[in-house]
């Protein structure tokens, strides 16, 4: 058994809090991190940012959410552009065309392929959203399946 999946084995299952932002929105996903964190105090939170972030965006938000006492997981863009099913969407520009879409907006199609293991659910923000309330009774339904 490898390291990594010794540790997977050994972690509560856990709920990922997933956003996508580039710099342009950076701001914006700084106020919805900071919402979240504030409301949901308490909870272990498992937070990823899909992002293609410049140095320093990425090392803000990271201080401002380990300010929160949390850590923020910061997945590239790349990363996931580079998934096969990307590719495949990618390689049929005659079938699909989304002009208007970012990177970042497509992303969260396919985040789930990235996630750690230990996480069993993912809850999707946008970036520009402000949390007004502790999102538990929200991350405790059950969701089936």
Known sequence: MSA???????????TAIVLACDDHYAPHAA??????????????????LLSSLSSTWADRL???VSSCGA????IPLQQLLEQPALKQLAS??????VPHASAAALARLLAGQL????CHRA???????????????LLEQPMGG
């Open 115 to 118: 996630l750690p293991s230990h």
């Open 92 to 97: 049929r520009p005659d079938q699909i065309s």
């Open 123 to 137: 809850l999707y923000l946008e970036c520009d959203l402000v949390v007004q309330t502790d999102l538990g009774p």
């Open 62 to 64: 990271q201080a401002l």
């Open 31 to 48: 106020v919805a991190l900071l919402s979240l964190l504030s409301h949901t105090p308490g909870r272990d939170l498992e937070l990823v």
């Open 4 to 14: 990594a999946s010794a540790i997977a084995s050994t972690t509560p299952a856990r």
């Open 71 to 74: 850590q923020l997981q910061l």
